[in-house]
C-alpha cells in the first residue's frame, strides 16, 4: 500500500497546473446560469477543449486524452485549486457520456460526443417529475411508438441547465402496461424541437439554474434512444454510481475549498471556530484518501456499487459544514455576495439532488448493511 | 499509487479475525475486568504466535494498524497500544543493548510491556501484568514500576502511578517514535472498536422486533446506522494513509495521524452512542456486549492526545509554510 504520485501522473499535474494558471479567467466569468454567464462558459469549455483539457479521460477520438483515473483525479485537483470555473457541460460530460460509454452505439458515439467535448452542445438533464423526485420510477411522462422513432408527452422538472442547454436526455414510460421499472425507455431529445416549451425556474440565488420542460408530441428520432427500449431503468442505474460517487463531485473540488477556509481562518487571525476548520480538512482529504482506494479498486477489477452512497452523503454534507463554517468566520460580512455566500448556496443542494440523503441513507443500510427492507 | 490492502495483509486481517471469534473475547475481556488475567494472557500467547507482537519491530506500520483494528473490534484487553505499538517503537530507536534485550522479549511475547508518556498518557495501563514498563518524561525514559493503582470508567483498563527505577536513555527520536505509534495504535484500535460496535448494532436491529418487525426495518433505525458506516469508512483511509506516512517517514507524519486519530475516535464515539440506542435498556448494561466497547471508546480517545490536540496539531501542519495541504 502507498500514497506514491506515479511519474506519468506527476507530469501531466504540472502540465494541466501551468495551463490552468495562466489560463483561468480573473476576474472570474459571470455567473453559469445567466444568459451572458452561460455563454462565457461555454467559450471556456471549447478553450479547455482546445487544450485538450475538456475530458482527459475518454478515448482521443472523441477528444479526450485517454488519461487514467489517477490523472483524471490529478487534473480535477489542479482545475479547482486554480478556482477554474464551474464546467457547464457537465451533466452530459460526466453523466450522459458514461451511460454512452457503457450502452451507446459507436454511431451514438461518433454524433454525440465531440460536440459535446467542445461545448457547443450543452446538455440537461431530465429526470425529476412533479409526481417522481425520490421515487424516480413513478414518472409518467411517456414515449409513444411512431414512425421511425417515438412522440414525447409529459412534464419533466428540476432539469438542470435546461433552461439555456442545447439537448437533454432522461426516461420516459414507453409501456404502460409494464411492472414501474420495466417499461422506462432512456431518450435524448432537443431542447428546440417542436413541441417543447421550457420555462425556467429561478433557484434559491436567484439564477435559473434549472427549469421546467413541458413535452408536447415531440418527436425524436430511433437513433437517440440509449439501449434497448423498455430497458431504461437498467441503463440509467448502471450508471448512476458514477453521478453519486467519483465523476460528480471530485475530492479535488472539497480540498480546494478546504485550503481556502484554512486560509480565511488564518487571515481573520482568531482561534474562532478552530475545530471545524481542522473537521473540515480532515474530512475532505478523508473524501481524497477514499477515492485513492476506490481507483485503486476498479483498477483491480472491482466494480462501483451501493459503496458510492457512502460519498454521496459524505461529500454533500461535507460541503455545507465547510461552507457555514467559512460564514461564521466571515462574520458580519457573511451575508455580503461573494464566493462563500455564492458555494454556500450552491452547497444547500448537495444533500437533495443525485438522489436524497435519506435515499442513500436507506440504501446504505439496505445493501450494505444488510437492513430489512 | 496503489492505495490498497494487499492480498497478504487481508489475509492476515482475516487470519487475526478468525482467531479472535473462536477465542470468546468477551468472556475473556469480563474476566480481566474481574481481575482474573488468565484468559486474556492465553489470547495474547495466541496473537504472538501468529506475529502480532513483533510487528511494529519487523513490519509496516500499515500491518500494525491493520491487525490493531481487529484487536479493537473483538475487543482484546490489555495494553495493546502500548506493549504493540508504542513501545517497541520507542525501543527500536535506542542503540543500547539493554534496550535490544528488552525488544526481543516484547516481539517474541514472552514480555509484555506498558508505559507512561505524560502528559497526554499519564498513567500506566495494565502495568501489574507488564514485565517491562516504562516512564518516558522530558524526552528522557527510564524503566519504571507501579506504585498506586487507579479504576478506569472501562472496567477493564487498570490504570497505574509509576516511578522510575532504572534510567534507560535520553533521546528525543525515540520517545517521538513511541507516541507516534502508540497514537497510531490508539486510532487503529478505536476503528476497530467503533465498527465492533456497528456488527453489534447490526445483527440486534436485525433480529430485535417490535410493532411486528425488525426495527432495523424503520428508517429511524437505518440511517442512524448508516450514518455510523459511513464515519468509519471515511475514518480508515485516514488511518491507512497516516500509517504509510509513518512507515515512509514523511514529513507529514505528525499532521496524518492527527487527523487519522481525530476521525478514528469521532467514528468510534458515533458508533458507540448508536449502537447504544439501538439496543436499548439491554444495551446499558454489563451482560451486553456493547458495554465491553462503550467505555473503552471513551477512555482511549481521552488518551495519546485529545481530540482538540490532535486538531491543533493538523492546522499549525496545514498554516506552516513548508507542508502544504497538498502535498
Known amino acids: ?373 | 499509487m496503489r492505495f490498497m490492502l494487499t492480498a497478504e495483509q487481508r489475509r492476515f486481517a482475516a487470519t487475526l479475525d478468525e482467531l479472535l471469534s473462536r477465542a470468546d473475547v468477551p468472556a475473556a475481556a469480563r474476566a480481566w475486568a474481574d481481575g482474573d488475567r488468565g484468559p486474556g494472557l492465553a489470547i495474547w500467547a495466541a496473537l504472538a504466535r501468529v506475529g502480532v507482537t513483533s510487528l511494529a519491530e519487523h513490519a509496516e506500520p500499515a500491518d500494525l494498524v491493520v491487525a490493531c483494528e481487529e484487536l479493537g473490534r473483538h475487543p482484546v484487553p490489555g495494553p495493546l497500544a502500548e506493549s504493540l505499538a508504542a513501545v517497541p517503537a520507542l525501543l527500536g530507536g535506542l542503540p543500547s543493548s539493554r534496550a535490544r534485550e528488552l525488544l526481543a522479549h516484547i516481539s517474541s511475547g514472552t514480555a509484555i510491556a506498558t508505559a507512561a508518556f505524560p502528559p497526554q498518557v499519564p498513567l500506566a495501563l495494565d502495568a501489574d501484568i507488564a514485565q517491562v514498563v516504562i516512564l518516558s518524561e522530558n524526552n528522557k525514559i527510564f524503566l519504571a514500576q507501579p506504585v498506586g493503582t487507579f479504576d478506569s470508567m472501562d472496567p477493564s483498563r487498570k490504570l497505574f502511578a509509576v516511578r522510575q527505577t532504572e534510567v534507560l536513555a535520553a533521546d528525543a527520536d525515540a520517545v517521538a517514535a513511541g507516541v507516534r505509534h502508540g497514537t497510531l495504535a490508539s486510532a487503529a484500535l478505536l476503528l476497530g472498536a467503533g465498527r465492533g460496535l456497528l456488527d453489534a448494532a447490526v445483527r440486534h436491529a436485525r433480529t430485535r422486533e417490535q410493532f411486528g418487525r425488525p426495527v432495523g426495518a424503520f428508517q429511524a433505525v437505518k440511517h442512524a446506522l448508516a450514518d455510523v458506516l459511513i464515519g468509519i469508512e471515511f475514518a480508515r483511509p485516514l488511518l491507512y494513509a497516516a500509517a504509510v506516512a509513518v512507515g515512509a517517514g514523511q514529513a507529514t507524519a505528525a499532521r496524518d495521524i492527527s487527523a487519522a486519530r481525530v476521525a478514528c475516535a469521532d467514528a468510534a464515539r458515533l458508533a458507540a452512542a448508536v449502537a447504544l440506542q439501538v439496543h436499548g435498556a439491554i444495551g446499558y448494561t454489563r451482560e451486553c456486549d456493547v458495554s465491553l466497547w462503550l467505555a473503552k471508546v471513551r477512555a482511549l480517545s481521552a488518551v495519546w492526545g485529545s481530540q482538540a490536540e490532535h486538531r491543533a496539531v493538523v492546522l499549525a501542519a496545514l498554516t506552516e509554510p513548508k507542508t502544504g495541504p497538498w502535498s
Request: hydrophobic residues 45%; proline residues 5%.
Open chain 1, 1 to 373: 500500500m502507498d500514497l506514491d504520485q506515479d511519474p506519468a501522473i506527476a507530469a501531466f499535474r504540472a502540465q494541466a497546473r501551468a495551463w490552468l494558471r495562466e489560463q483561468v479567467p480573473d476576474p472570474p466569468l459571470p455567473a453559469v446560469n445567466t444568459e451572458e454567464g452561460f455563454a462565457a462558459h461555454r467559450r471556456w469549455e471549447r478553450k479547455l477543449a482546445q487544450a485538450g483539457l475538456a475530458v482527459v479521460s475518454w478515448p482521443e477520438k472523441y477528444g479526450g486524452r485517454d488519461a487514467t483515473l489517477g490523472q483524471w483525479l490529478a487534473f480535477e485537483e489542479e482545475y479547482y485549486r486554480s478556482g477554474g470555473p464551474v464546467r457547464v457541460g457537465q451533466n452530459g460530460l460526466f453523466l450522459l457520456a458514461s451511460t454512452l460509454f457503457s450502452h451507446g452505439t459507436p454511431a451514438q458515439l461518433d454524433r454525440i460526443l465531440p460536440p459535446m467535448a467542445t461545448g457547443d452542445q450543452v446538455w440537461a438533464q431530465a429526470w425529476s417529475e412533479p409526481g417522481a423526485g425520490s421515487d424516480l420510477a413513478a414518472i409518467t411522462s411517456t414515449a409513444r411508438r411512431a414512425a421511425g422513432g417515438w412522440l414525447l408527452n409529459g412534464q419533466k422538472t428540476w432539469s438542470s441547465r435546461a433552461a439555456f442547454a442545447d439537448r437533454a436526455f432522461g426516461l420516459f414510460r414507453s409501456d404502460s402496461e409494464a411492472e414501474r421499472h420495466e417499461g422506462l425507455t432512456y431518450l435524448m431529445f432537443d431542447l428546440r424541437a417542436p413541441g417543447v416549451t421550457v420555462r425556467p425556474i429561478r433557484q434559491l440565488d436567484g439564477d435559473p439554474g434549472f427549469a421546467e420542460i413541458f413535452l408536447d408530441d415531440v418527436f425524436v428520432p430511433d437513433e437517440d434512444v440509449i439501449g434497448m427500449p423498455g430497458a431504461g431503468w437498467r441503463v440509467a442505474m448502471s450508471t448512476a454510481s458514477h453521478e453519486r460517487g467519483l465523476s460528480l463531485r471530485s475530492p479535488g473540488r472539497f480540498l480546494a475549498s478546504a485550503e481556502r477556509l484554512v486560509g480565511l481562518w488564518q487571515r481573520q487571525g482568531s482561534n474562532a471556530a478552530s475545530e471545524r476548520v481542522a473537521d473540515a480538512w480532515i474530512a475532505a482529504r478523508a473524501y481524497q484518501l477514499h477515492t485513492f482506494g476506490t481507483v485503486a479498486a476498479l483498477e483491480a477489477g472491482g466494480t462501483l456499487g451501493a459503496e458510492s452512497s457512502l460519498g454521496k452523503v459524505f461529500w454533500s454534507d461535507l460541503d455545507v459544514r465547510l461552507c457555514e463554517t467559512a460564514l461564521d468566520l466571515l462574520g458580519p460580512q457573511a451575508e455580503l455576495d461573494g464566493q462563500w455566500t455564492a458555494s454556500y448556496l450552491f452547497a444547500l443542494a448537495g444533500p437533495i439532488y443525485a438522489g436524497t440523503n435519506e435515499i442513500q441513507r436507506s440504501v446504505i443500510a439496505e445493501r450494505l448493511l444488510g437492513m430489512p427492507r
